[in-house]
């Protein structure tokens, strides 16, 4: 692992943490633990998505630009590739570009239609407009992140 990845990895369990420390304490109590755990797995896939997006939105400015989604995605993929490693028989060089082709085309194809003020950017309120829109059908890589969480 290099140290940029170790770097993001420890930007993002902080990130959690603080998600979990509902009062500040700087400690995550039986109570703050149990709350969070249950929100998480009562909550519909956008509720999840918007919570990991705030963990992955690197700027912490409520929004997420392409460079953060590709990376949650591919995070996203290695996670459902370490828990079902019985669906992948391709070699890790092509496991790998394929992550990276999925996560960008779903970046892609996100961007495309969820950010209405083409900014560059999309807010929680931008992907839930166009995530519950009547046009829109559930993206594969949402079907993907429901399995996971």
């Not at 170790?6 to 979990?20: G, M, P, S, V, W």
Request: proline share 3%.
């Amino acid at each position: 692992m290099s140290e940029d990845q170790r770097d993001t990895l420890q930007l993002y369990a902080e990130r959690i943490f603080t998600y979990f420390d509902e009062d500040n304490s700087g400690y995550i109590d039986s109570n703050e633990f149990t709350a969070a755990l249950l929100s998480l797995m009562g909550a519909d896939a956008v509720d999840r998505l918007l919570m990991a997006l705030k963990v992955y939105g690197l700027k912490e400015d409520g929004v997420i630009d392409p460079y953060d989604m590709q990376h949650f995605l591919e995070g996203l993929l290695h996670i459902f590739m370490a828990t079902h490693p019985e669906a992948f028989s391709m070699s890790k060089s092509v496991l790998e570009n394929t992550i990276f082709k999925f996560a960008f085309d779903a970046t892609v194809e996100c961007f495309l239609h969820a950010d209405r003020d083409n900014d560059g950017l999309i807010s929680a309120p931008e992907f839930q407009e166009w995530y519950y829109s009547e046009e829109s059908e559930t993206p594969e890589w949402m079907k993907l992140f429901d399995l996971i969480l």
